[in-house]
């Protein structure tokens, strides 16, 4: 070996050398910076976020929503954000690369969100306290004594969390005030009767529980008066008008869209993308209408317009449905059923230890959604995961039929397999796993909502519900009567808070083009005023998931294993789909 090549090897090594302490360097400098003295520093100024995701190391305190803690957390998010920034994300490994890019969207957005769009001003739904309560109350992380000692203390600032909320409110829109009024009355319902007698039969001494319930009677009086306060708040705006108009305009759209959804390409290109979807599903629904016609209208023919004779198919299929009564043990019947197929047919790993519990949605949670899922954070993964469905008490008959031929035989399977499993049940179990706590506490939505979808059409490719030799195809058109709701959410919340699409012609969009019931479409009416940019989370990370998948299958050929593309895919918590995407490698999932 000539000199030449001498100088030339050491100069590699050296540079190789000087590119490992550099990487090592990076990486220190993250994991001092950013570890769980921040994440702690965090949640002081996050203590309701903290809770839900199951760090209680703050949990007797209540911060009160004023200007002084407005200051106080710009000040936080403005200093890790400069320290994010100076950090070489380049020279770091790929794990902490991308932790780096999470954190650092998260806490743009925070900053965003408090001094530009300033919804802290005009969502008064935003102040509310009984989840966290809740939680504290019945999640067993410590003795009963220990954890109502945490709320007694925490029921001290109540009063002044609602004052300062009422002070912050500044021009806010109806519906959000309206919801606002609807939930904090549920509210009461966690400090109510049967509180009191949790606590009456507490290992609490006689005079803690005296101060407990002292300070409970206060915390009730400043939700009562916040509420007051909302309903005088209401009817001066419905008489003089000035409230704000609940559309979000392009703008913020477009930039909460950035910061939210992160699947590549902007909001007006996946607008475009749901249109052409939307007409696809249409052309394959004909042709299942065709199929399906004459065992459902025989010697009827089938009307010449290709909406009009899916719809009739629909709904006549819609009359297979539950009774109310039935509604809420059928859906619980289908967990187990779901799991085993899951298992039989290799598509995940499941964990037994972490059962799935039914319930019906606590009266604060009610009034945005009909069924969704409650589940542990990262910090406390062994906690209660929920799946609450919404009770049809306050239905008339005329609603509650509704409902239910929305949600028919047929659709009350897929919103289990979205809800639960394969979907955010075991999605988030998954999450919680993940040796990256960033990524299990900064999940993406549009991955989470993305997976949701994915899982309904991966269950319907591995033959559910009767076996791929069973195609079912009223199932399919059902499936596609709800993956064309997939695709209107996007439709509707781009075209609500973008393009001015009026309350009529939402409507049209969701009864007609959709196939939505009347209950149905109004609750989505009522869901994209109250969220933005959020219904578009389902058709953006459905797609972006299903793309890719469908681009390493083309890769690897007969090689690729769906069961390991599914694990590998979840193993990464709750990150974007774009991270994911950089992080995997196709022999990570090839046989």
Known sequence: MNRFHLLARGAAVALSLASGLAHADANSAFQQQFGDAFLDRYWSLHDDYAITVGYYRHADRLTAPDARYRAKLQAFLDESIGKLEKLPGAQMSDALRTDREMLLNQLRYERWSLDELRDWQWVPSGYNVADAFSLLL????????????????????VPAYYAAAERAISHPTRVHTQLAIEQNQGALDVFGDALEKQVAGSQLTADERVLFLH????????????????????????????????????????????????TGGTAAQLYQRALQEKDKLHARMSVLADQLWPKYFPDVPAPADPVTKIGQLIEKLSDNHVTPAEFYPQTKALIPRLEAWVTDHDLLTLDPSRPLEVRVTPPYQRGYAMAMLAAPGPYDPTARTFFDVMPMDDYSPAQADSFLREYNHWLMQILAIHEAVPGHYVQLLYANKSPSRIKA???????????????????????????????????????????LRVVCNTILDYGVHVLGMSEDDAMNLLVHDAFQSQTEARGKWRRVQLSSVQLTFYFAGF????????????????????????????????????????????????R
């Open 441 to 483: 506490i900064f999940g993406n939505s549009a991955m989470i909502e993305g997976w949701a979808v994915y899982s309904e059409r991966m269950m319907l490719e591995s033959g559910w519900p009767g076996g791929a030799a069973a195609h079912e195809p009223e199932m399919e058109l059902m499936y596609s009567k709800w993956a």
């Open 138 to 157: 019945n999640t067993p992380y410590a003795d009963e004594a220990v954890r109502l000692r945490t709320v007694s203390r925490r029921l001290t600032q």
């Open 543 to 590: 797609s972006a998931i299903y793309d890719y998948r469908e681009r390493l299958k083309t890769e690897l050929g007969p090689r690729f294993d769906l069961k390991k593309f599914h694990e590998k895919f979840l193993s990464y918590g709750s990150a974007p789909v774009s991270i994911i995407e950089s992080l995997m490698k196709p022999e990570d999932v090839a």
């Open 215 to 262: 300070r409970l009677k206060a915390a009730r009086a400043a939700i009562d008066g916040y509420v007051a306060f909302l309903k005088q708040l209401d009817a001066r705006q419905a008489k003089d008008g000035g409230a704000r108009d609940f559309r979000l305009g392009q703008p913020y759209y477009d930039q909460a869209f950035a910061f939210e959804v992160q």
